[in-house]
């Protein structure tokens, strides 16, 4: 008999988590690349991101079906992917079957009544076949509600926290969008072209990838944050840009329910926001803090809880998908502060020259982004698992080269 739903979606949650957060804590303690800048982060070192994106990786890897799937399929299979007692009952018919199949070849019966026989056997056991795959995928269809949920959760965090600068921020960006006739949100369109171009033609490669899926992953590897910043209003503007088109544009090819939920969730955290802006900036640091040491790793693993790379059958060869998918992950990384700051120089913006600030837009929460777009993007059914797990290990790099890509901007502005 299967599970309630709430009782198994409810024991996913009670494993993946003290999981991912485990490791999360484990990791950065270890000193592990991401950290945030000026010490441990809040709660006594549980508020890196790099340990948080990393441990939820390892945890989604040992809780996944490379792992606990082989060390203990039948609990992998009841709690991560749904109808064992329909996969019950589809083995024994199927072991009756080939039974009958065998004391039939037994006899001296033509070939012809074998091969009816068989025909036969195959129809009796295709309402199993169906009611198997049916238990499936409305396991696996609740299991992602839970996780966009989950996301959707991260989402209204995330931009509570990012739609919290001060009134003389968002007066600063206005003058700059005014004063540089609106050269700001060109430059945040600019970059977003910049960004997506080596994107969208890397990922043309990939196998599957056509129309709004493509457009979709090219979307979930580019869209950068924005960090407000009275110091850099002009590039604070352009992100913030760059940022609003990416979404729309991810929003008009997502058209699903999921997508409607994690946006109306990220509308709720910027309406709190706005409502109790003094409120929300002296929580911004714990707030960091749950989403970097608890909602991201969470989300993580039981995102790829359920990616097996061994399962994948590609139709071309691996490298026509891994190699687009690595450019799209470092791209993700380095290219879209890369692009905002070319963007920014090309149409001379003086107080955004620097690659500090571009580099900050990234650093500001871009893996969040890409995480909950894929994942609402995944759930929807317009990209596959392969992507979902570019996405995932992109999430990773992000976070991990976070101290790296400052110093790098460093370096140049120097």
Same mark, same amino acid.
């Not at 295709?126 to 238990?135: G, I, K, S, V």
């Not at 369109?189 to 490669?205: D, E, H, Q």
């Not at 893996?367 to 059914?381: K, M, N, P, R, Y």
């Given at each position: 008999?299967?599970?309630?739903?709430?009782?198994?979606?409810?024991?996913?949650?009670?494993?993946?988590?003290?999981?991912?957060?485990?490791?999360?804590?484990?990791?950065?303690?270890?000193?592990?690349?991401?950290?945030?800048?000026?010490? #441990?982060?809040?709660?006594?070192?549980?508020?890196?991101?790099?340990?948080?994106?990393?441990?939820?990786? $390892?945890?989604?890897?040992?809780?996944?079906?490379?792992?606990?799937?082989?060390?203990?399929?039948?609990?992998?299979?009841?709690?991560?992917?749904?109808? $064992?007692?329909?996969?019950?009952? *589809?083995?024994?018919?199927?072991?009756?079957?080939?039974?009958? =199949?065998?004391?039939?070849?037994? #006899?001296?019966?033509?070939?012809?009544?074998?091969?009816?026989?068989?025909?036969?056997?195959?129809?009796?056991?295709?309402?199993?076949?169906?009611?198997?795959?049916?238990?499936?995928?409305?396991?696996?269809?609740?299991?992602?509600? *839970?996780?966009?949920? =989950?996301?959707?959760?991260?989402?209204?965090?995330?931009?509570? #926290?990012?739609?919290?600068?001060?009134?003389?921020?968002?007066?600063?960006?206005?003058?700059?969008?005014?004063? =540089?006739?609106?050269?700001?949100?060109?430059?945040?369109?600019?970059?977003?072209?910049?960004?997506?171009?080596?994107?969208?033609?890397?990922?043309?490669?990939?196998?599957?990838?056509?129309?709004?899926? *493509?457009?979709?992953?090219?979307?979930?590897?580019?869209?950068?944050?924005?960090?407000?910043?009275?110091?850099?209003?002009?590039?604070?503007?352009?992100?913030?840009?760059?940022?609003?088109?990416?979404?729309?544009?991810?929003?008009?090819?997502?058209?699903?329910?999921?997508?409607?939920?994690?946006?109306?969730?990220?509308?709720?955290?910027?309406?709190?926001?706005?409502?109790?802006?003094?409120?929300?900036?002296?929580?911004?640091?714990?707030?960091?803090?749950?989403?970097?040491?608890?909602? *991201?790793?969470?989300? $993580?693993?039981?995102?790829?809880?359920?990616?097996?790379?061994?399962?994948?059958?590609?139709?071309?060869?691996?490298?026509?998908?891994?190699?687009?998918?690595?450019?799209?992950?470092?791209?993700?990384?380095?290219?879209?502060?890369?692009?905002?700051?070319?963007?920014?120089?090309?149409?001379?913006?003086?107080?955004?020259?620097?690659?500090?600030?571009?580099?900050?837009?990234?650093?500001?929460?871009?893996?969040?982004?890409?995480?909950?777009?894929?994942?609402?993007?995944?759930?929807?059914?317009?990209?596959?698992?392969?992507? =979902?797990?570019?996405?995932?290990?992109?999430?990773?790099?992000?976070?991990?080269?976070?101290?790296?890509?400052?110093?790098?901007?460093?370096?140049?502005?120097?």
């Amino acid at each position: 008999m299967t599970d309630p739903t709430w009782a198994t979606l409810a024991i996913q949650l009670a494993i993946v988590a003290p999981v991912a957060m485990f490791f999360a804590w484990t990791l950065n303690h270890s000193g592990v690349p991401g950290r945030r800048s000026g010490g #441990t982060g809040g709660w006594g070192g549980w508020g890196g991101w790099g340990g948080g994106a990393l441990g939820g990786l $390892i945890a989604a890897i040992l809780l996944g079906p490379a792992v606990l799937g082989r060390a203990a399929p039948e609990f992998h299979t009841r709690i991560f992917t749904g109808g $064992i007692a329909e996969s019950a009952a *589809l083995n024994a018919a199927a072991d009756e079957v080939r039974a009958r =199949l065998a004391a039939l070849r037994a #006899t001296d019966v033509s070939d012809i009544a074998i091969t009816e026989a068989a025909r036969d056997a195959d129809a009796e056991l295709a309402p199993l076949r169906d009611a198997h795959l049916q238990a499936m995928q409305s396991h696996t269809t609740q299991s992602w509600w *839970l996780i966009v949920a =989950l996301a959707s959760l991260h989402a209204a965090m995330g931009v509570a #926290t990012l739609f919290s600068p001060s009134a003389r921020v968002w007066s600063r960006a206005a003058r700059s969008l005014r004063d =540089l006739r609106a050269r700001p949100a060109l430059a945040g369109v600019l970059a977003l072209c910049l960004a997506g171009a080596p994107v969208i033609l890397a990922l043309s490669f990939a196998p599957g990838l056509v129309g709004p899926s *493509l457009i979709a992953a090219t979307i979930i590897f580019i869209v950068p944050a924005f960090a407000p910043s009275a110091h850099n209003p002009a590039s604070f503007a352009a992100a913030l840009t760059a940022y609003t088109v990416g979404v729309i544009l991810f929003f008009a090819v997502t058209p699903s329910v999921q997508m409607f939920t994690v946006a109306a969730f990220a509308c709720f955290g910027a309406m709190m926001s706005l409502g109790w802006p003094g409120l929300l900036r002296r929580a911004r640091r714990p707030i960091t803090s749950i989403m970097a040491s608890v909602t *991201l790793p969470t989300l $993580i693993a039981l995102a790829g809880v359920r990616i097996d790379p061994a399962a994948w059958t590609l139709t071309a060869p691996a490298s026509h998908f891994i190699i687009p998918m690595l450019i799209a992950i470092l791209w993700a990384s380095d290219g879209r502060w890369a692009a905002l700051h070319t963007a920014s120089r090309l149409l001379r913006m003086r107080d955004a020259s620097g690659w500090l600030p571009s580099a900050s837009h990234v650093n500001a929460g871009s893996s969040s982004i890409e995480l909950v777009l894929a994942i609402t993007a995944f759930a929807s059914g317009l990209l596959d698992e392969r992507v =979902l797990a570019a996405a995932l290990v992109g999430v990773v790099v992000i976070e991990m080269t976070r101290d790296l890509r400052t110093s790098i901007a460093r370096m140049l502005d120097g």
